[in-house]
């Protein structure tokens, strides 16, 4: 069905980079003997690609041994709030992202499509580099989970999740469980896949290798009833590596890290548990628990205090039991902290606490048995396996081995005797300028790959051919870039509606016709409401000024009434001649009459003018009112914010492709799925030219 993959000739000089002879010709100097680990927690993603570093050691050094493991002691993926598959099945397979799936880390069951990638356009990212408001996005929708599941997607990628209510390390899953999950996600992915692919004949092989894959996993699943996931990948492991080399590897050998680190009286020996002992010597025990705490803080890796009282960074893998965290107390208990109840493997008062690898070996194989597995939790790993092996990561890879180094060079700065850790091997590949190798025969479709629509849109096309495509797709990286640099200073609802219909073209240009329509409608009300309010603030102009003139004329009032009033009344008091007093009387009376036609009646006129002006003042509200809340500007404000919110989610749209643009791109490039080359080009000339183009480089731990 494949052709032999295309490696270069023998006498082919320039069969590697100068930075792979260099390195690869030190190794077989400077580490004669020393096997290079390949640890991966899946066989279906990135792993067998480092076929490529099994060539460029038969070139150079072809007696270096390399082994292919399965990374199968952490807990198979869950997702807390997932229903469970009422029976059908205990497996799942979910896409990710930041809404639904937020926070799933799925490794040993992940699967990326062609142009897939795991990386997921972050709500934060969208909002933050691309000047998104999410509020007005949700403002318009019924079920929002849905709409912020969609958007920020990782595009092409599926993880299998464990949906029980227990947990389960990947050792212990059973293949008879997941296979139909993982066969349905394989058959997905690479049907996924085949449909990029414009040439009918491609995708027909593309069919064809997702047909011989199932007929792998068949055929070893009826061989091997009882056999685990891990076993599974055992198998398909060298399969690939085989595929893509053309031809069966030599000197590979398969492994996972619970063979590589069962621990037992007869393993304890060895060198990568070396590394364990800096935590059970009494001596060396605080430094190292201190040089480990100061390497992860700020990691998002847990502090050992985070696991409970006395924990070590190591775990104790128990067959069928899962992993738990290894503790030593003050008062000597040993014990193995599961929840919600430690496992006590050595009571207080009973002296059995270790202090070196032997007496820990001694005592977990008397009460647990020979076939438990010793793993260094987060940076305290790849120091143990390091020890014996020459970790091949690829770039990217490993997100915490800069952590490892920090805590190694602490240990050494506190004068611990740590062990001998060998370098990595840093594998860089130009995944995507080497897939312009791919042949196009004559006749064949030029534009041969039909493009993602995040790719769609940072490009600006729907297809393109492998040569335009190694050419453009760092621009491509950089596009996304400007793009989300011009999104994030579409401020306004009309500057980003003129974007979107000069882009998108009709539909949007009769949304802006639309929106500027019921914006008319709201200025046109507007300045109504305007000229009613003018009229108010009048009005209330009126109101002040007639209570000042009230106020004016009652001190008037007043000043009248103790020049003329009060004297009369004070001689009326005092006299006692009753012709006298009727004169007063008379006079007060006629003084009064005029004050009232003086001032009484001035007043109540400007008060009555205020009661006029104050409920005209009411009409006028009431009239405004209802013009701001009449049907006609309820529907414009409806239509407005309506098209604000289709404008924004457009903008989130092209935001989150942007992103997935902005990281898949440079991840795939260099972790590029093992089975894209012969699904893409079943000749072997990618994959050759990746081997060929291929970088090397030691980090040192």
Known sequence: MLNTHATPEASDESFCTPSAQIILSGLAERFSGIPVLALGQTALWDEPTK????????????QTEMVVAAHNTDYFAKLPGHPSSAGESDYAVVPHDDAKTRGLWSAAGEMSAFFGSEDVPARHEIEKRGGVSLGKVLSFVENEDALLSALTAAWGWTGIIYTRWDKKIAADVPLSEILPTLKAQIESSLAHSATLLKSPARAENANRLGETIAAWIDAFAAKHPSASLTDLYG??????????????????????????????NETACLPRFAFVDLFLNPATRKPALNAYNFAVGGSGAYTLDSFGEGALPFDVVIPGRGRGTLAITPDGTVSVLFSPEPLIVCPPGRSCAPSSVSDLARLLEAELGPDITLVGKAVALLPMLAAEYIFAFHEGASSYSDRTATMLAEMRRRNLPVPMAHPILRVQYATWDAIAAVPVAPGDIADALNLPPYLQ???????IGFEDFALCWRRAVTFAERDLGTLRELRSPRDLLSYLAEEQGENWEEKSRQYESARMVLLTIKDKAQAIQGRIYTLYDQVRRLKTEAMRIEREKGDDFRARIQPLRERLASTKDPGETELLES???????????????????????????????RDLKQSRLALERSNEAASARETLRRIESEAETAKAELVANSLRTLHALPHT???????????????????????????????EL
């Open 587 to 617: 006079e007060i009376e006629s003084l009064r009459a005029e004050r009232v036609m003086l001032f009484d009646v001035e007043i109540e006129t400007r008060r009555g003018s205020v009661r006029y002006a104050l409920a005209t003042v």
């Open 51 to 62: 076929a490529s570093l099994r060539y460029l050691l038969d070139r150079i050094t072809p």
């Open 669 to 699: 490039n260099y972790r590029p799925s093992s089975w894209l080359f012969p699904l893409v080009d079943p000749s072997g000339a990618w994959f050759a030219r990746l081997t060929k183009t291929t970088e090397l480089r030691w980090e």
């Open 457 to 463: 849109q940072t490009l600006g096309r729907a297809s």
């Open 235 to 264: 198998d398909l492991l060298p399969r690939f590596y085989a595929l893509l080399l053309g031809d069966e590897p030599t000197n590979l050998s398969v492994s996972s890290t619970v063979e590589l680190l069962r621990f037992n």
